[in-house]
């Protein structure tokens, strides 16, 4: 890793195998950076702490979730992974942090107010109020420059900028400001609306490791257009969100499928059928490539323990010019 790139974090909570909407909303943007940028990916399984105490899967989840980052295409020579848990260093920086920011403006925080909502928590924990300091202290610890974002997560990004700009003002400058970079993270609707996103909670999922008939009989599940009843009637592919999965993963056919749909030639079975085959032929290398690794889980240990290895080497150099600046010695 060469020490003119900029430095991109990126990280995912460890929730087990991964689905088509990790794929075309992180994945294939951070293989597209991994030579432009020196990029970490952090396995964030302390955060997975903040909304569920049971830890007894988090190990199996991020082996299950590397298999899948390194099935879709990251290069770990390149971009170093590792688990949060790992690098010790991060909860000495969460810790030095947390004084730099009121317990006020993390109660203003609007997404821990939806995480409350969305499952039902009665009383917020101090860590998971405090997890925006957590994720400061894991961008930070790597002197991150830029971390993904959609445009929605621009405001987690500003507490982190928030907090480096107060750390650097009162002990002297050690933290870039990261900066969002914007990326289109396109948002793949779930497979029961195109108002609702793909996610594991949801149960409206593809999995990236799933195979071609269990492809094709969740597709068949899929809400289409209602007022395309009958084979024949005529649809709205607007309203539709197999052919959102068209657009994305079948481009070359769209215009046919988009006409056919229209004119009431094509029926809603055949489409799902077809578009369930081309995620099937998509997928497969994908598939290919998993199973390798799960013949093989001593490599993906060792990507691990090579990644960790390697950020602790960078954790360390940050920590060591936090406690200067510090002035503990
Ligand atoms: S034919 Fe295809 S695009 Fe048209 S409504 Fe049915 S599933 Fe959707």
Redesign the pocket.
């Known amino acids: 890793m060469t020490s003119d790139k900029k430095t991109i974090l990126s990280g995912m909570r460890p929730t087990g195998k991964l689905h088509l909407g990790h794929l075309v909303g992180a994945l294939e943007n951070w293989v597209a950076l991994q030579d432009t940028y020196a990029n970490y990916h952090l396995i964030a399984d302390y955060h997975a702490l903040t909304t569920n105490l049971d830890s007894s899967g988090l190990y199996q989840n991020s082996l299950d979730m590397v298999i899948d980052w390194l099935a879709a295409g990251i290069d770990p020579s390149k971009s170093p992974i590792f688990r949060q848990s790992q690098i010790k260093e991060h909860t000495e920086l969460h810790l030095i942090l947390s004084m730099l920011i009121t317990a006020a403006r993390l109660e203003r925080n609007p997404a821990v107010k939806d995480q409350v909502r969305e499952l039902h928590i009665q009383n917020v924990s101090y860590g998971h109020l405090g997890y925006p300091v957590l994720q400061a202290a894991d961008i930070l610890l790597y002197r991150g420059d830029l971390v993904p974002v959609g445009e929605d997560q621009v405001p987690h990004v500003e507490i982190s900028r928030e907090i480096a700009r107060r750390f650097n003002a009162q002990y002297g400058k050690v933290f870039p400001e990261p900066e969002p970079k914007l990326t289109k993270f396109a948002r793949l609707p779930g497979l029961d609306g195109i108002d609702r996103k793909m996610s594991k909670s949801g149960g409206n999922t593809i999995l990236l490791s799933d195979p071609p008939d269990e492809i094709q009989r969740k597709m068949r599940t899929?809400i289409?257009?209602p007022q395309?009843v009958r084979k024949n009637d005529p649809?709205?592919?607007e309203?539709?969100?197999?052919?959102t999965f068209?657009q994305k993963f079948n481009a070359d056919d769209t215009s046919a499928?988009?006409r056919?749909?229209?004119s009431g030639a094509?029926?809603?079975v055949?489409?799902?059928k077809r578009?369930a085959g081309k995620i099937g032929e998509v997928l497969a290398p994908f598939r290919e490539a998993r199973a390798h690794y799960d013949a093989h889980p001593g490599d993906v240990k060792e990507v691990l323990a090579d990644g960790e290895k390697r950020a602790r080497v960078r954790a360390r150099e940050t920590m060591e010019a936090v406690r200067g600046a510090m002035k503990l010695g």
Do not use: N, S
Request: glycine share 8%.
């Open positions: 899929a289409t257009d395309k649809g709205h592919p309203v539709c969100l197999v052919y068209h499928i988009e056919d749909c229209r094509l029926g809603c055949e489409c799902k578009i």
